[in-house]
Nanobody
Framework: QVQVEESGGGLVQPGGSLRLSCTASPFTSAEKAFGWFRQAPGKQREGVSCISSGDVVTYYSESVKGRFTISRDKDKNTVYLQMNSLKPEDSAVYYC?????????????????WGQGTRVTVSS
């Protein structure tokens, strides 16, 4: 059974930064595609970013492009989502997902394993 765990959420002021982390076991992070999704109250879940197996491609939604960066630290077996210039509309529960479709222009929703989510609140 794959266990996925996110961390790094919290309260930040508009314009601030947060870095989310995601680890998955038992496989190493480099073997699978990872995706980050978010869901705000009353809204549908949105695919935010993904990184493919072997780091061949990354994807960002238009709403975060230029502000968020996904990366992988193979030594730490961790995938990160660096979020800069945060806006109130970025407030949501962010979910990490493992082993799913990730392309340069899309992130699919049918990932195999999901974390419990970490809440990000952007507010002054």
């Amino acid at each position: 059974q794959v266990q996925v765990e996110e961390s790094g959420g919290g309260l930040v002021q508009p314009g601030g930064s947060l870095r989310l982390s995601c680890t998955a076991s038992p496989f190493t992070s480099a073997e699978k595609a990872f995706g980050w999704f978010r869901q705000a109250p009353g809204k549908q879940r949105e695919g935010v970013s993904c990184i493919s197996s072997g780091d061949v491609v990354t994807y960002y939604s238009e709403s975060v492009k230029g502000r968020f960066t996904i990366s992988r630290d193979k030594d730490k077996n961790t995938v990160y989502l660096q979020m800069n210039s945060l806006k109130p509309e970025d407030s949501a529960v962010y979910y990490c997902a493992v082993d799913g479709p990730c392309g340069s222009r899309y992130v699919g929703a049918d990932f195999g394993s999901w974390g419990q989510g970490t809440r990000v609140t952007v507010s002054s």
